[in-house]
């Protein structure tokens, strides 16, 4: 903003750009509607004009000698309002040619240009500070006038309300409200009040106004002029704000530097020491009297003592003040403590430089907590990053389900059309075989992805371990040997397979970083049995029965510094684009839900172990399994209606439905199975819809469906995570639902169910 000011050709440019160049084509256009005859018309072109049939007709000379003198007053006009135009200009331009550094002052300039260009009686400019009105710029106010009011009923106090940018024109004033609001209006015989709003960061913080005793309509040049004069304004009340922060700011400096606890010092021409505060003795830890003859450099460490004195040197050199030189300076009991440094030369009556003198304020805890602060950002573009990665795999596994549904369930119909000796149905079983292990792979990604619920089912670790080892050999690497012990008499335990998979990933994740050259990593299970103390401190049993996962890895370890820090979130040790510091914490929440403890044993050199203990449960009692529902073999008598967005699926799920003789009314939208609800002439026993699709979702579906066909029955389907369908209110008691990937048996199975249920709140 100063800048602006200190360049004359700079304020002038603005107030030509905003000005010039309006004035006069306005100034022109209001004094007649006739457009002045071109600068090379000829006076032989003119009278030919004149001449031109119609109307009644004059002696030609006397239509030439006319239309001569209406061409000359229109230029002697033209002439006039370029003058007037000029003028404006050059006011302009002087009154930011003396533009000053105090605003106030410059905008009771602005004020007093603004009422004379214009011709006012008076001008004012008036901000709104609190619940007073305060007239800053003032030009020919009348005697006794008050600087200070109360706003309501003033005219510039509703120009502040409206906040428009337009110009306000309030003419015949007598006449209005504002006569007996306004006490300006009755003591100045005041007939027109224009007003324009002046913006501090879009918000109306004062106005602009010119009073006239006569009747006035401003012109266009006017209107910009007043626009170009409160913008002028504008800009004096934020540097203002500018300066007042500055001021507050320097106040408040000046206020903590006199109660300041910061060390105080002098050091003479060759940098000694001459002074020294008692304060110096809580940073540094010495009394005033033992740094007296030593200079600042004797406090440092060597490197840090030559760059420092580098700089000083040339500082005092220059025998310019200095502000904010940081440095390392060594406590007296050893350790280092930075001090932000700040100085002004010191010079004698005779002008002789002596010194300086300045303070020195301990930021070491700024420092950590800058350190800190950067470490959080990085921190939180690592978890960012993650959180996208963690979405992209979530969509990709819902989409790659829907394709591993399709290839299973065609296999399926294929193989209930195809004979026991078919040659087919080997290849065709092979199909659904590998199809099966990418749905395994598949459940694994959402694993990855954090996007399944916890699901605690009765499981033995070793039934999780074995199938894990293919894509851990993977995971790890060529250069890795992986070993499994798992102990073939291991109990059970209570858990989330899902979330068992992830804390062996990511154990199995960090012991390969561990080991960027080769080595062994040994997954392995057992029954312990702790003592009732142990097992009341660590776990939620007091029988101490648990089983053990323990993952090892012959690595560089860890130090106990980093091992009391490893289960932190955002904690690594990892290289920037490795590490997320989220993995072993991520751990340590699910054993820590799975009501379990978790420890690890290391050191540098020597490979690191993680022990992970789960509460053990009895071994479910192995009975025949439930026989289920039989799958309707004859023809359905049943209409059901299939909205589904996926094409693939919905064809799928088609032909399952009508090989059991159901008939299918299909949809690819929400609307476009209203429309079939509405339109179909006999039954819809079942609505079988998708709960995420485009537009109106699954639940909002099946409510208009409902309230359209009281007796139709819903079944939902989706391959979406779980906590997408919970957001759908799906899992609420009483709703029927059908996760993806399903089976056609499954498939038919829940749609027998669904039918024959009593209806609910029966």
């Known amino acids: 903003m100063p800048d602006f000011y200190d360049r004359p050709k700079l304020r002038s440019q603005f107030a030509?750009?905003?000005?010039?160049?309006?004035?006069?084509?306005?100034?022109?256009?209001?004094?007649?509607?006739?457009?002045?005859?071109?600068?090379?018309?000829?006076?032989?072109?003119?009278?030919?004009?004149?001449?031109?049939?119609?109307?009644?007709?004059?002696?030609?000379?006397?239509?030439?000698?006319?239309?001569?003198?209406?061409?000359?007053?229109?230029?002697?006009?033209?002439?006039?309002?370029?003058?007037?135009?000029e003028e404006r200009l050059a006011k302009i331009n002087e009154c930011f040619l003396h533009f000053g550094t105090n605003p106030d002052e410059?905008?009771?300039?602005?004020?007093?240009?603004?009422?004379?260009?214009?011709?006012?009686?008076?001008?004012?400019?008036?901000?709104?500070?609190?619940?007073?009105?305060?007239?800053?710029?003032?030009?020919?106010?009348?005697?006794?006038?008050?600087?200070?009011?109360?706003?309501?009923?003033?005219?510039?106090?509703?120009?502040?309300?409206?906040?428009?940018?337009?110009l306000l024109v309030v003419r015949n004033l007598p006449q209005t409200p504002y006569a007996q609001t306004d006490p300006t209006v009755t003591r100045c015989q005041l007939q027109t009040y224009i007003g324009q709003a002046v913006k501090c960061g879009g918000t109306a913080v004062g106005s602009l106004y010119t009073m006239f005793r006569r009747d006035f309509v401003p012109s266009e040049a006017d209107e910009k002029l007043m626009?170009?004069?409160?913008?002028?304004?504008?800009?004096?009340?934020?540097?203002?704000?500018?300066?007042?922060?500055?001021?507050?700011?320097e106040e408040k400096f000046r206020q903590l530097v006199e109660t300041t606890r910061d060390w105080v010092w002098e050091v003479n021409e060759d940098a000694v020491y001459t002074y020294a505060s008692p304060r110096i003795h809580q940073i540094l830890g010495y009394a005033p009297e033992e740094v007296l003859g030593k200079t600042p450099f004797d406090l440092m460490p060597p490197e840090e003592a030559q760059r420092v004195a580098e700089i000083f040197?040339?500082?005092?050199?220059?025998?310019?003040?200095?502000?904010?030189?940081?440095?390392?300076?060594?406590?007296?009991?050893?350790?280092?403590?930075?001090?932000?440094?700040?100085?002004?030369?010191?010079?004698?009556?005779?002008?002789?430089?002596?010194?300086?003198?300045?303070?020195?304020r301990d930021i070491t805890e700024?420092?950590?907590?800058?350190?800190?602060?950067?470490?959080?950002?990085?921190?939180?573009?690592?978890?960012?990053?993650?959180?996208?990665?963690?979405?992209?795999?979530?969509?990709?596994?819902?989409?790659?389900?829907?394709?591993?549904?399709?290839?299973?369930?065609?296999?399926?119909?294929l193989l209930a059309r195809l004979g026991q000796a078919d040659p087919l149905r080997e290849p065709v079983q092979e199909i659904k075989k590998i199809s099966e292990s990418g749905s395994e792979l598949n459940r694994q990604l959402l694993v990855f992805s954090r996007k399944q619920a916890q699901q605690p089912v009765e499981l033995n670790l070793n039934s999780v371990v074995s199938p894990m080892s293919k894509m851990l050999r993977r995971l790890i690497g060529e250069h890795i040997e992986l070993v499994t012990t798992l102990d073939p008499s291991l109990e059970w335990v209570k858990a989330d397979r899902g979330q068992l998979e992830q804390v062996i990933v990511n154990l199995a994740v960090n012991a390969r970083d561990a080991m960027p050259e080769a080595g062994t990593l040994t997954i392995e299970t057992a029954n312990v049995d702790l003592d009732q103390s142990a097992a009341e401190e660590l776990l939620f049993t007091k029988d101490g029965r648990c089983v053990m996962l323990a993952v090892h890895d012959t690595g560089v370890g860890m130090d106990p510094e980093t091992q009391t820090h490893c289960f932190e979130p955002f904690f690594t040790t990892k290289g920037q684009e490795k590490g997320t510091g989220l993995g072993l914490s991520t751990v340590y929440g699910i054993v820590k839900q799975h009501g379990g403890h978790i420890e690890v044993f290391s050191g540098v050199g020597r490979g690191t172990v993680f022990k992970i203990y789960l509460p053990r449960i009895d071994a479910p009692v192995e009975t025949a399994p439930a026989a289920e529902a039989p799958v309707p073999t004859a023809s359905g008598s049943e209409t059901i209606l299939l909205a589904e967005d996926e094409r693939i699926i919905r064809g799928l799920v088609r032909g399952m439905l009508k090989m059991r003789g159901y008939t299918v009314l299909e949809a690819s939208q929400s609307q476009e199975a209203l429309r079939i609800c509405e339109e179909h002439p006999g039954p819809i026993h079942l609505l079988l819809t998708d709960v995420v699709m485009p537009g109106m979702n699954g639940r909002e579906l099946a409510e208009r469906v409902v309230s359209l066909r009281s007796n139709t029955r819903v079944l939902y389907i989706s391959g979406y995570s779980y906590d997408t369908i919970f957001q759908h209110g799906v899992f609420e008691p009483g709703v029927a639902f059908l996760q993806k990937p399903f089976s056609p048996e499954a498939l038919l199975r829940k749609i027998q169910e669904v039918l024959t249920a009593a209806p609910q709140g029966s």
């Open 16 to 85: 030509r750009k905003h000005f010039v160049g309006y004035s006069f084509e306005s100034d022109v256009q209001r004094g007649t509607t006739e457009s002045a005859p071109p600068e090379d018309e000829s006076l032989s072109q003119i009278m030919g004009r004149a001449n031109k049939p119609g109307g009644k007709k004059r002696p030609k000379a006397s239509r030439g000698r006319s239309a001569l003198k209406h061409s000359d007053e229109q230029f002697q006009r033209a002439q006039e309002a370029s003058r007037e135009s």
């Open 106 to 166: 410059n905008i009771n300039r602005l004020t007093a240009l603004c009422g004379e260009l214009l011709g006012a009686t008076c001008a004012l400019y008036s901000r709104l500070y609190g619940d007073m009105l305060c007239s800053l710029g003032q030009w020919h106010t009348p005697p006794g006038f008050n600087p200070v009011e109360k706003p309501e009923g003033h005219l510039c106090y509703d120009i502040i309300q409206r906040s428009e940018d337009r």
């Open 227 to 249: 626009g170009l004069l409160a913008s002028a304004i504008s800009v004096e009340e934020e540097r203002k704000a500018a300066l007042e922060t500055l001021r507050r700011s």
């Open 313 to 360: 040197h040339h500082i005092a050199d220059a025998r310019q003040p200095f502000l904010l030189l940081e440095n390392t300076t060594r406590h007296r009991d050893g350790h280092l403590v930075v001090l932000e440094i700040s100085g002004a030369p010191i010079f004698d009556d005779q002008g002789v430089f002596r010194g300086y003198r300045g303070i020195a």
């Open 366 to 413: 700024r420092k950590r907590a800058e350190e800190a602060f950067r470490r959080s950002e990085e921190q939180l573009r690592h978890s960012q990053k993650m959180e996208a990665i963690g979405r992209l795999s979530s969509g990709i596994a819902h989409d790659f389900s829907n394709l591993l549904m399709a290839i299973t369930g065609y296999c399926d119909m």
